[in-house]
């Protein structure tokens, strides 16, 4: 459903919109630039929610793939080359 409702702009704002808006009324093109906006700001929050999560993880996440690395080196010392695989 839609909602008539008034908003005050400036003039040089109102003039850039109806050139953006080309052909489109202002109402569609108005709709159109704020859920756009609206859905950008609400993927940001969320990026920066994993961030901060990821940040608080880090260290540990960090020193487990350290481990990881460490094991697979241990792993492979001494070894001068991989054995081919045989063909069967």
């Not at 969320?46 to 608080?56: H, K, M, S």
């Amino acid at each position: 459903m839609k909602v008539k409702t008034s908003i005050t702009l400036s003039e040089d704002l109102l003039d850039e919109v109806d050139r953006a808006a080309g052909s489109e009324s202002r109402s569609t093109f108005i709709e159109g630039v704020l859920r756009g906006f609206l859905r950008r700001r609400a993927l940001n929050q969320e990026q920066d929610r994993d961030r901060e999560i990821l940040d608080r993880v880090a260290e540990a996440l960090n020193e487990e793939a350290f481990d990881v690395l460490r094991y697979q080196t241990t792993w492979l010392e001494g070894v001068d080359e991989v054995p081919e695989r045989s063909e069967g």
